[in-house]
T-cell receptor
């Protein structure tokens, strides 16, 4: 079953913060985050494995709460380049397929 | 190190024709995944292949669609007797091992069925 992402869309001013959530009704082994710009391929951001770890890449970080079966992506001090659609992909077991959420559109304005 | 390559980038087919989409994974990657993306929608898993083996095809339509990843050459997604509903962007991704590792996506093939 497809994970649910929220919000569906968010508009930010440059420098503002945002949180994107990804929730599953099933137990998860891992969560993958990707960003896709219009007309382009998805670009990998990070993977979180079960264990409640947190990861970061510059000013984009994420957490994974396996008990709640939820992951959150944090955009801190957003930049114009952060605009795009963010997808989470969830994996129920190692070596299983990725099931992607419907995406969250982020628009960062100057 | 070249990334994932897909060709053609754009493909136009008339209803009833066949479409062949090719994907060359990154060097050293033996796992290939195919996804379909309809306009303004998310990525839908179709099939997961390793060299000469289909590992998971649970996302593939039962009819008209097939995929292969031969020992030599690219992975091919084949759609027979295309219909307008097949119009979409088809992305392939590759990884060096099974999931736990990031998937690197190709630029996609945009299929238009007229």
């Amino acid at each position: 079953q497809q994970p649910v992402q929220s919000p569906q869309a968010v508009i930010l001013r440059e420098g503002e913060d945002a949180v994107i959530n990804c929730s599953s009704s099933k137990a998860l082994y891992s969560v993958h985050w990707y960003r896709q710009k219009h007309g382009e391929a998805p670009v990998f951001l990070m993977i979180l494995l079960k264990g409640g770890e947190q990861k970061g890449h510059e000013k984009i970080s994420a957490s994974f709460n396996e008990k709640k079966q939820q992951s959150s992506l944090y955009l801190t001090a957003s930049q114009l380049s952060y605009s795009g659609t963010y997808f989470c992909g969830t994996e129920k077991a190692a070596g299983n397929k990725l099931t992607f959420g419907g995406g969250t559109r982020v628009l960062v304005k100057p | 190190n070249a990334g994932v390559m897909q060709n053609p980038r754009h493909l136009v087919r008339r209803r009833g024709q066949e479409a062949r989409l090719r994907c060359s994974p990154m060097k050293g990657h033996s796992h290939v995944y195919w996804y379909r993306q309809l306009p303004e929608e998310g990525l839908k898993f179709m099939v997961y292949l390793q060299k000469e083996n289909i590992i998971d095809e649970s996302g593939m339509p039962k009819e008209r669609f097939s995929a292969e990843f031969p020992k030599e050459g690219p992975s091919i997604l084949r759609i027979q007797q295309v219909v307008r509903g097949d119009s979409a962007a088809y992305f392939c991704a590759s990884s060096p091992r099974a999931l736990e590792y990031e998937q690197y996506f190709g630029p996609g093939t945009r299929l238009t069925v007229t």
